[in-house]
């Protein structure tokens, strides 16, 4: 009896240690869990941060990268600005280069001319000196002051010589002088006739008609240079500058070269003829070369 009790005594003590031993393995178990779940949250923790931390260096590296490519960009479309702004300054220089040479060009080529036409004036003034020395326009003022009654300006003996002299007056005869002329003029009482009002009107229609001819050209040139300045206008190119100023050139010779004929016709337009007044043209050549020989 005895035997049997402390037996089941030896068996509770054991199934208790059991019991206590099964309890220790599980809360051991419990307490790995807990750690490795805590361990697990903490590598999860730590690989979300690190995610974090490649996400904003990722970011902030983009962000550098936007920065340092506009700061590039700022600094091409400045040195772009910069050459295109050496180029228009060189541009202009060349312009400007240019225009002065055509100047100086121009104006050697005026010199020059001048220089021909004085001496060809001279030249021409000598000529005609020596040729109204040799005439015999002097002689016949003489016999007919005296008189006379031979020469061109003679007092015409019969109608036929009269119809002769009036037509030789009437239509500017350039064997008469100025003098011849006069005299047969107050004489007669001859008057200049058809012949040479119709020379004055077709000479004034021409000058007329040309003049109206270079303004229609003129203002064509003008206005087509207008439409292509306000083409171009907009978006100025290099190249088109570069026209601009080839045209502006061109239109201030074509201006200049329009006045100058402009000029020139009103000048001409009631200047007396050389074959017509050869006295008077030698009298403005002879003050043309005096001025030359002033200067």
Known sequence: METQTIAQQERAKNEAAQAAERQSQ??????????????????????LQKHADRERQALQKREQDRQQTMRDQITQRERDRAADLRDRDRQKTEARKMEGQQQEARAAARAHAMAETRKALVQQRAQMQEKMQTQDGPAVDRMMSAGSVKGPTMRPGSETERGQVVMAVEMDHPGLTDTQKLIIRNQMGIQPGEGWQNRETDRKAVIREQTEINKQMRQERQEQMIRKAAEAHA?????????????????????QAQEEQDMWHKDHSHAPRARDDERENVMEKDDLEKGVNEK
């Open 235 to 255: 978006h100025p190119t290099a190249a088109e500058q570069t026209r601009q100023a080839d045209d502006r050139t061109r239109f201030a010779e074509d201006r």
């Open 26 to 47: 599980h809360e051991k178990a419990q307490e790995n869990l807990r750690k490795i779940e805590q361990r697990a949250q903490e590598m999860h923790k730590e690989s």
